[in-house]
């Protein structure tokens, strides 16, 4: 599990002090998590992370009611008593074997792209891996870890994922985008970790009337392709540069459309959610 930042965490619902927490939680179960982009303090999409938990829950076979007004109130609490209006939160549910689920919320380190890499586009290389149950934001460190450990030693943002079928699924913490003819591509829904980035841009598509399928990308196909993006909670909409030594266009139409568009649908939420405080 991630590090954590801010002086204090949430313990179903009660603050503690960071000075005694282990955030590598102990003991045997199943562990689903969220992570949340906080800006102006206020916890971005924060109903879409919530359905989608619910829905980590379902699918993993356990009976827990995620109850939107107490996540509200407990991430609130979280975010004024650490003083911190942006960054990211993580929420875990902790679901222990023979007894009840522990709900955890905490800040974590977090890195968000520099102006020069939206203008620049960001660096990227395929991953032989396959995360099981794509639709769970379970914590696995198998694929994860070794995804990290070969970021770090190239020296890249990120890298895509491909199956054995040599299939580009998504990337190890961020959705993508493939983009020839003003058509936009993204893999299936039902083969990746739908994020809510990903979602949002799908939306906005739809209304700016932009060409997108959901579509297998093979990576023989890779090559065709003008533009690529990524979406995520950190990113939001980030150019790719290259993907290993295939280089794209970092500065599409489509790409900066979407881009603004995007941090345009955020702002608005942020004033909305502010009016109700």
Do not use: W
Not at 76 to 101: S, T, W
Not at 164 to 193: C, K, M, W, Y
Not at 209 to 235: M, Q, W, Y
């Amino acid at each position: 599990m991630s590090d954590y930042t801010g002086h204090y965490y949430s313990r179903n619902a009660v603050l503690k002090e960071t000075a005694g927490f282990n955030p590598d939680i102990p003991g045997k179960g199943v562990i689903l998590y969220e992570v949340l982009r906080i800006q102006e303090g206020i916890c971005l999409f924060l109903e879409d992370h919530l359905d989608r938990l619910q829905g980590s829950v379902k699918l993993s076979g356990f009976d827990y009611s995620v109850n939107p007004l107490q996540f509200r109130e407990l991430l609130g609490d979280l975010i004024r008593k650490n003083d911190i209006l942006a960054g990211n939160i993580k929420i875990v549910l902790h679901f222990p074997v023979g007894v009840p689920p522990v709900v955890y919320a905490f800040f974590i380190p977090h890195f968000y792209p520099t102006s020069s890499m939206y203008s620049a586009g960001a660096d990227t290389a395929l991953f032989t891996a396959t995360r099981p149950e794509p639709n769970v934001k379970k914590l696995t460190r198998g694929v994860r870890d070794k995804a990290e450990q070969y970021i770090r030693s190239e020296n890249l943002y990120e890298v895509l994922l491909v199956n054995e079928a040599g299939l580009v699924s998504e990337g190890s913490r961020s959705n993508v985008f493939f983009i020839r003819h003003d058509l936009i591509r993204t893999p299936p829904g039902d083969q990746v970790l739908k994020g809510i980035t990903r979602n949002k841009v799908i939306q906005l598509c739809r209304k700016l009337n932009i060409k997108l399928i959901e579509d297998p990308i093979s990576i023989d196909e890779l090559n065709k392709f003008e533009a690529v993006f990524l979406t995520g909670t950190s990113p939001k909409v980030l150019p790719v540069r290259r993907i290993g030594s295939m280089i794209y266009n970092p500065d599409h139409q489509l790409t900066r459309l979407l881009a603004v568009a995007y941090d345009e649908l955020a702002a608005d939420y942020i004033r909305q959610r502010r009016h109700t405080l």
